[in-house]
């Protein structure tokens, strides 16, 4: 989008509210930003809802004439079923998370489109990755807070000690909502950021001194959304020995730029979640230090950063990729205890949750996701990912996140 556009957006978002910069003013701090992080209601009727997820994915499975595989794996705190998706026969497997946060929607139909070529293509590009790859897919890890379309689960803390009766004394968890938060009210229907229950521990059991907890703290595994990925997760453990690769498909801010440019970040990438076990700052980690392999994670991060530079001859958004910030230690994401169980691990922070774009440029961002993902799988599938020069990870472009202040990033809601 082009910042004149978006000028012209917010003004029209806010309305007579605020008086337009005339013509002869310069633009200042007073002018209406040219993008706003503002919380509002917008559509999202175009994404994928879970019911049509169930046929979505019935469908696929039927159509693929028995390549995809789809099983329930469990079920979230309100009973929606938890579905995995599975494809190819590789020896290696890569396993995609999308939506633990309700409000972050283009990993889902991007998933679904990746599925549905995966399992109908006869071409010779999806062959190599359904015999050298196997593809575990899960669409909707959160799917109770994505039909809130909010963050956070549905689950309250009483419900948390009732299933855990040794936290009976213990404090709530830091990572819980009772409050207003990006324009939803958690306090009559409270929950948990999910997305900060994962524990490298993949045994652990809750314990009352380990809450409430902190983001750069490991979690609990006390949501069921948690406990299901988990338990997939070390599935394919005792399958394949290792995860080869984990993917986890986000969305972050609406308005941050690539640096030096007006350019909206399209998506960044991460595959730095945690200190490196190896390092003094790593030290709480070091049981993990066999099995971490950040360079692998790097290798990933740059074939989905070459495949987007590649298809930005089609789209130059495509393009507008950046880095996440690296100065983040999250043990109690996915990502992080994935990682340091010996995955590859990739981040996605694909440009603006609902409550701040809704639908607006679904396709493009889906389509963004999809090139991406499909960079990974094919990288890997041909062997070039073991070619890629880690260091080209440093070279992508940091985020330009303006105002926000690094003290902010301890925060991160994304
Ligand atoms: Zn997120």
Known sequence: ?????????????????????????????????????????????????????????????????????????????RGRDMLLARVGTGPKVVLIT???????????????DLLDFLGTSDSAHAKRIREQLTVVAMPKINPDAGALDRRGNDMTWEEVQQRFPQLAAAQPPWNYYTDQRQGDDY?????????????????????????????????????????????????????FGVVDTYIDLHHQGACYTVPGTDRFVTMSLSGKFVADPNTPEGAEYAEFADTFRPEYSKQLNVAAYNALQAA?????????????????????????????NGSGAVLFEVRGQTQTLGEQHRAMLTRTVYIGLDGILSAIASGQVDAIDPADYDRIPPTDRGQQTKTALTDIES
């Open 312 to 340: 930005a001859n089609h789209n130059p958004e495509f393009g507008n990729i950046t880095l996440y910030p690296q100065d983040i230690d999250l043990p109690g994401t996915g990502l992080g205890a994935f990682q340091l």
């Open 187 to 239: 306090s009559q229907r409270p929950g948990f950021d999910v997305n900060r229950d994962y524990n490298p521990d993949l045994d652990y059991q809750p314990r009352p001194q380990d809450f409430p907890g902190a983001s750069d703290q490991p979690g609990w595994f006390i949501s069921p959304e948690t406990q299901t990925v988990r338990d997939v997760y070390k599935s394919l453990q005792q399958e």
């Open 98 to 112: 999308a939506e633990i946060h309700g409000n972050e929607k283009t990993g889902p139909d991007a998933t679904l």
């Open 1 to 77: 989008m082009h910042r004149m556009r978006a000028l012209a957006l917010a003004t029209a978002v806010v309305g007579a509210a605020i008086v337009p910069a005339s013509a002869t003013a310069p633009l200042t701090s007073a002018a209406p930003p040219p993008c706003s992080e503002e919380p509002r209601e917008n559509p999202i009727s175009e994404f994928t809802s879970y019911d049509e997820l169930l046929v979505e994915l019935d469908r696929i499975e039927r159509v693929s004439a028995g390549r995809v595989e789809v099983q329930k794996v469990g079920e979230s705190n």
